[in-house]
């Protein structure tokens, strides 16, 4: 079974500027979360989908913004970037079993460097 | 609100030395905890989990048991190696509240020398 697929892998944008992450889940898993890395926050919730709905969403800005489609694949876009963007952004692939507890399945990241 | 609060590193040990790393938590309801590792330039792994109370979570030698009493989930290892250099973070998932959300520790660091 594939795993979470995250691109770009790395990405130079400059202030001012929008940029389009991509994460394709694991293949059958209909949720997807977002999280922000950087040294000084740790790691932070951005948002979930399941089904291409929103279902709970972290505190960012609404520059920050995300959408699923039919595919479960999921996209979060940033605009009017700013330097404290810079992070790595991970992707989580939701398993939500019929009984128990979900687990989440996280991708390499796309490292975003805001110039 | 739930948080998360796991001990300063970095964590500098011998190999083959016993590792804790110290993870405590706050949170309403019956949380699930994890640990996960994020080795240099990648994303993050699932080491262990455990979904109730007194449950062991156990993987790759590492060990960690959810103690409700005093709120804790400590990461041990009898015998580290120098492959188990890595950043470790435990997490908590308040499925009373949000899905999909984790919430992290900061991180600790870890740091095996031969």
């Known amino acids: 079974k594939a795993g979470v697929t995250q691109t770009p892998r790395y990405l130079i944008k400059t202030r001012g500027q929008q940029v389009t992450l991509s994460c394709s889940p694991i293949?059958?898993?209909?949720?997807v979360s977002w999280y922000q890395q950087t040294p000084g926050q740790g790691l932070q919730f951005l948002f979930e989908y399941f089904s291409e709905t929103q279902r709970n969403k972290g505190n960012f800005p609404g520059r920050f913004s995300g959408r699923q489609f039919s595919n479960s694949r999921s996209e979060m876009n940033v605009s009017t970037l700013e330097l404290g963007d810079s992070a790595l952004y991970l992707c989580?692939?939701?398993?939500?079993?019929?009984?128990?507890?979900?687990?989440?399945?996280f991708g390499p990241g796309t490292r975003l460097t805001v110039t | 609100g739930n948080s998360v609060t796991q001990m300063e590193g970095p964590v500098t040990l011998s190999e083959e030395a016993f590792l804790t790393i110290n993870c405590t938590y706050t949170a309403t309801g019956y949380p699930s905890l994890f640990w996960y590792v994020q080795y240099p330039g990648e994303g993050l792994q699932l080491l262990l989990k455990a979904t109730k109370a007194d449950d062991k979570g156990s993987n790759k030698g590492f060990e960690a048991t959810y103690r409700k009493e005093t709120t804790s989930f400590h990461l041990e290892k009898g015998s580290v190696q120098v492959s188990d250099s890595a950043v470790y973070f435990c997490?908590?998932?308040?499925?009373?509240?949000?899905?999909?959300?984790?919430?992290f520790g900061k991180g600790t660091k870890l740091s095996v020398k031969p």
């Open positions: 997490a908590l998932s308040d499925y009373g509240g949000s899905q999909g959300n984790l919430i």
């Open positions: 293949s059958g898993h209909r949720s």
């Open positions: 989580a692939s939701n398993h939500i079993p019929r009984t128990g507890r979900d687990e989440q399945y």
